[in-house]
């Protein structure tokens, strides 16, 4: 077991390990739900009380996650781009699911966030998040707008579909152990048995090339 931390050194790495370790169980138990702090607290080295010297609560270290997920797609859309122009609406979708994709615990605390993680917090850590939140989302928009073809409002567009659909699809692409036996039993049910990232893509696709082929005034980016 770790002893306290003393410096700001270690205070935010401690707080990254309990991030880490957040993360890593999200994954293997099959999603955010079945997270719980003793086991997230287990998993970093700290005493089972000691998380709350980071976090107050479960809901505030998943709505941290959350944040840090925005920042991570931020990063590899950039990445992705490198220093690319002119991308049409195909690539362009490509890309935005790509992305999404390689993010799935972010997927997964989509649907948290906008469900009781934002709800389930102080005020001022709620604000915090959102702010981070739309910072990236403004950075995500003006890095897509200098290297694809798409409007500013259509690529807004494309992100609002992009981020429903992402949490909306890995639920159904995730569901509990009671549902995926359910959904042996009567195959038709399995509806479940979609797979994630290529779903996403298809539907971003025929988004996004549905939205270029629209009049110009149906345009969100041109509306008083």
């Given amino acids: 077991m770790r002893q306290r931390a003393r410096s700001d050194q270690d205070k935010t ?6 991030l880490e370790a957040a993360e890593a169980l999200a994954l293997e138990l099959g999603g955010v739900r079945h997270v719980t702090l003793a086991p997230v607290t287990e998993r970093a080295g700290l005493h089972r009380t000691g998380v709350r010297r980071y976090y107050a609560s479960k809901e505030e270290l998943l709505l941290e996650l959350a944040e840090r ?7 590899a859309i950039s990445r992705e781009l490198g220093g690319a122009t002119g991308l049409d609406p195909t690539r362009t979708a490509a890309l935005v699911a790509g992305t999404l994709a390689q993010l799935p615990v972010f997927c997964d605390l989509l649907t948290h966030v ?5 709800g389930d917090v102080g005020i001022e850590r709620a604000r915090r998040y959102k702010t981070n939140a739309f ?9 897509l707008d200098q290297a694809c073809t798409m409007t500013a409002g259509q690529i807004e567009s494309l992100l609002a579909v992009a981020i429903t659909l992402a949490s909306g699809f890995w639920q159904v692409a995730h569901p509990t152990p009671t549902l995926a036996a359910l959904y042996e039993q009567v ?5 479940v048995a979609l797979d994630f990232a290529p779903r996403l893509h298809h539907a971003l696709e025929a988004f996004a090339i549905g939205l270029t082929r629209m009049p110009a005034d149906a345009d969100p980016g041109t509306a008083d």
């Fill in 13 to 18: 790495r401690r707080s990254e390990d309990l």
């Fill in 187 to 191: 195959p038709r049910w399995g509806h």
């Fill in 135 to 143: 910072a990236a989302h403004d950075a995500i928009t003006a890095a």
């Fill in 114 to 118: 906008a469900l009781y993680l934002e």
């Fill in 69 to 75: 997920g925005w920042g991570q797609w931020r990063d």
